[in-house]
């Protein structure tokens, strides 16, 4: 009797669009020895087919309309679709394997059938254990070698099937099972690879968007082995992917083979052109995870300007419609996370105001729900994105959300799990955006478990990122810098980088760790020195081998900061005057060439310096001028001819005079230039440093910054103790008129004014 029902059921799958009406299409007309074969196992097979179809009434009413001549009554097909519905929904709800007319829900009692019945199992019913058996519950060690006994039984049962499989899905659902499971068996995998392959394709050319999504996902956990099997399957599914149309690709479709992409490292621009126009399609079906899942993939791959710009650019506008509306609750963290990271890496045209808008949600959920990695890469997105001016909001908003994701990070269990990655990312966020967190964050930090985890799993990117932070912002702690210390140390020497396929520093990290253990002060690097001694060899022994390639202009200023302090600490020290040697060595040229190359990029930097004060400078020059006049009394007389109506104090002074004003001067040894330096009576000289807000941190706006202590220190040992003046453009902004800014500016330099008592001329530096 069911071949009386081929036909039509053939035809209305041809005309529906619904998973069951497909699935009923690909089935083989039943052989029969006899019309006389019962309604009762007709019945049971249509039910089977129902069921595992996810069939519905609708589709029964249906297909009992379309041939009425059936000799199954009209309610008898209903009520076998709609048990299939129920038994579906149930399903959905605990997960299970059909076989033998009954659902197992449990691995060991599944193992028990498997490894009893399998063989005699029909190949649909194997097909369906592959698809549900790893959604069963289970999460130990235990169960996982439970469920890979479960697929070892069914793959031995599925092997003499595979030659004679008609359709591509029963070859990527087993593929996409091992996948999920983490199990390869080579026999199983490559005769499906195989069978998908046979016959230039043929399999390939008739699967659906779904299909190739479940391949590609599945190479994309698979060993790479595996992955070398399937390339050219990949580059065949590449192509058919190509000629799809958006309404045979749904948005998961697209964004899982992205996020495979992504995983195997393959860039293809016309299929990744293609996947990211058909997503723009089907925007109004796309959920807010795939939605941010394919950007996060175009981001990584990137796919950014070109012919990518337009469909990137859609999407992003996508996110920000959605993200000022109730659906801003549908992204989970891990989404506005990595949207935030994907912004960073593509910069599209105008999205200054969607990424505020994530950084709001993000605020406004006071990032509840949010693990270290999401933390961690919300805030090195942004502190990127803001660093540059187009972006950047208010610094009151930026510090106000740094200071929210620092208590949110220094929560308890906030960072559990947390790479050494994550926590150089974190801090590297918190010192470009100048915010020095709380003591919470430090002592998260040096919890036992994340020291273990920098002290035996960080790269040297990790271990000079964090060393670089936490001198910047003045972040100093003795046993996180020992850790990240003895780890480089260990590093020193393995291959370069992750794009050489290792670990070991690169020659910016080698600056960089150099550099900020300088910037923790002498002490630091002593303490440190063989550490410093293998990085400074390092250092030569790859100039000597690259040459000017081996390290940019910032590195070269890098090491001749880190050189003068070497020189500080060398005076009375067997050790230090051996550091000091390594990068000033005579005996060989191509060394004196790097200290030759470390002074040529001083200077370099000194023409191209730019007044971060431009206007706090030349008022500070103009006060000096007109305190200069007064002392020399030039102006008291020009002050009773105006009848006291003149521009400055008409006030006398007493004590040495200044005899010279010159602005930008550049001195020996020193990176930059000065911004004042002054020539007093006696032979006294002082340099005077107009420090602007990015000489504080932002966070504690009366704390400078490690670059500023150590360019004050450096300075200091140049002019002498005392005469290195610092004017705080927080406190300059406050001074009213021309009179109480040399008065400020008199008192800063230690002179004394008619009706003022001589004070010392420097400011206080404490914490807000």
């Not at 008609?166 to 990527?172: E, V």
């Not at 300075?715 to 800014?741: C, H, I, M, T």
Request: with cysteine; glycine share 8%.
């Amino acid at each position: 009797m069911l071949s009386r029902l081929w036909l039509p059921l053939r035809c209305f799958g041809r005309s529906l669009g619904c998973r069951s009406a497909a699935v009923l299409y690909s089935i083989q007309p039943p052989t029969c020895s006899s019309e006389a074969e019962s309604g009762e196992t007709s019945l049971r097979k249509l039910e089977r087919v129902a069921f595992r179809n996810n069939g519905s009434a609708a589709s029964a009413r249906a297909w009992k309309e379309w041939y009425p001549s059936t000799d199954m009554s009209k309610g008898t097909i209903v009520r076998a679709f709609a048990g299939a519905a129920r038994s579906s929904i149930r399903g959905r709800n605990t997960p299970g394997v059909r076989v033998d007319g009954s659902v197992i829900r449990d691995l060991p009692t599944l193992l028990a059938k498997a490894e009893a019945r399998a063989k005699a199992w029909h190949p649909s019913d194997l097909h369906a254990a592959f698809d549900n058996v790893v959604k069963l519950p289970g999460q130990s060690a235990d169960d996982a070698k439970l469920l890979h006994r479960v697929l070892a039984v069914l793959s031995a049962a599925y092997l003499p099937h595979i030659p004679n499989l008609a359709q591509p899905h029963l070859c990527t659902i087993p593929l996409w099972a091992c996948a999920k499971a983490d199990y390869w068996d080579r026999q199983l995998v490559t005769a499906l690879l195989g069978r998908l392959a046979w016959d230039g394709g043929r399999l390939l050319v008739q699967a659906s968007g779904q299909e190739h999504a479940n391949l590609w996902w599945a190479m994309s956990k698979a060993p790479k082995e595996v992955v070398a099997e399937a390339d050219g399957l990949l580059h065949a599914s590449a192509i058919f992917v190509q000629h799809m149309s958006a309404q045979q690709l749904s948005p998961q479709n697209c964004s899982n083979i992205l996020l495979a992409c992504v995983r195997l490292q393959r860039r293809h621009d016309p299929l990744l052109h293609h996947l990211a126009a058909c997503l723009v399609q089907l925007l109004p079906n796309t959920n807010c995870q795939d939605l941010a899942n394919s950007l996060y993939a175009l981001a990584v791959l990137g796919c950014s300007g070109g012919a990518h710009a337009a469909a990137v650019q859609q999407l992003c506008y996508e996110v920000h419609q959605r993200l000022r509306g109730p659906s801003a609750r549908e992204f989970v963290p891990q989404a506005l996370s990595n949207l935030l990271w994907a912004l960073e890496r593509l910069r599209p045209d105008d999205t200054q105001e969607l990424v505020q808008a994530l950084a709001a949600e993000c605020r406004r959920r006071s990032f509840a729900g949010f693990n270290a990695q999401d933390i961690s890469n919300a805030a090195w997105a942004l502190a990127k994105l803001w660093y540059s001016e187009a972006c950047a909001p208010s610094v009151h908003q930026q510090q106000d959300w740094f200071k929210a994701a620092a208590i949110a990070a220094s929560a308890p269990g906030a960072m559990s799990g947390a790479s050494a990655q994550a926590w150089s990312n974190l801090w590297y966020a918190f010192a470009l955006v100048r915010h020095r967190p709380g003591p919470g964050l430090l002592q998260a930090v040096q919890a036992d478990v994340h020291l273990e985890a920098l002290r035996n799993r960080a790269n040297s990117q990790a271990c000079a990122n964090l060393l670089w932070s936490l001198a910047g912002l003045g972040s100093y702690d003795q046993r996180l810098v020992d850790v990240l210390v003895k780890r480089l140390g260990e590093l020193v020497g393995r291959p370069q980088g992750p794009s050489k396929g290792g670990e070991g520093p690169t020659m910016q990290n080698l600056t960089n760790s150099l550099w900020a253990l300088a910037v923790m002060g002498p002490d630091v690097l002593s303490r440190h020195s063989g550490l410093v001694e293998g990085l400074l060899r390092e250092v030569v022994r790859r100039w000597e081998r690259e040459g000017k390639t081996s390290t940019s202009m910032e590195g070269l200023v890098q090491l001749w900061q880190v050189q003068q302090e070497l020189e500080h600490i060398s005076s009375g020290r067997g050790s230090g005057k051996q550091l000091s040697r390594i990068l000033a060595a005579a005996d060989g040229e191509r060394t004196t060439s790097l200290l030759h190359a470390m002074k040529h990029a001083v200077e370099e930097g000194r023409a191209a310096d730019d007044n971060a004060n431009p206007q706090l400078l030349p008022q500070a020059a103009n006060t000096l001028v007109r305190l200069q006049g007064q002392l020399a009394g030039q102006t008291a007389s020009k002050s009773s001819k105006a009848s006291n109506n003149v521009t400055g104090s008409s006030c006398t002074t007493t004590g040495p005079t200044i005899l010279a004003i010159q602005q930008k001067q550049q001195l020996d040894g020193i990176c930059g230039c000065v911004d004042i330096v002054l020539e007093m009576e006696g032979g006294r000289r002082v340099a005077v440093e107009v420090n602007g807000p990015l000489n504080f941190l932002a966070s504690h706006r009366r704390t400078k910054t490690g670059p500023t202590q150590l360019r004050d220190r450096q300075l200091e040992r140049v002019f002498g103790a005392g005469n290195v003046v610092s004017v705080p453009y927080w406190e300059w902004d406050k001074l009213q008129g021309p009179e109480a800014r040399e008065q400020y500016m008199a008192r800063l330099l230690g002179l004394t004014l008619p009706g003022q008592q001589q004070t010392a001329g420097t400011t206080a530096e404490v914490d807000e």
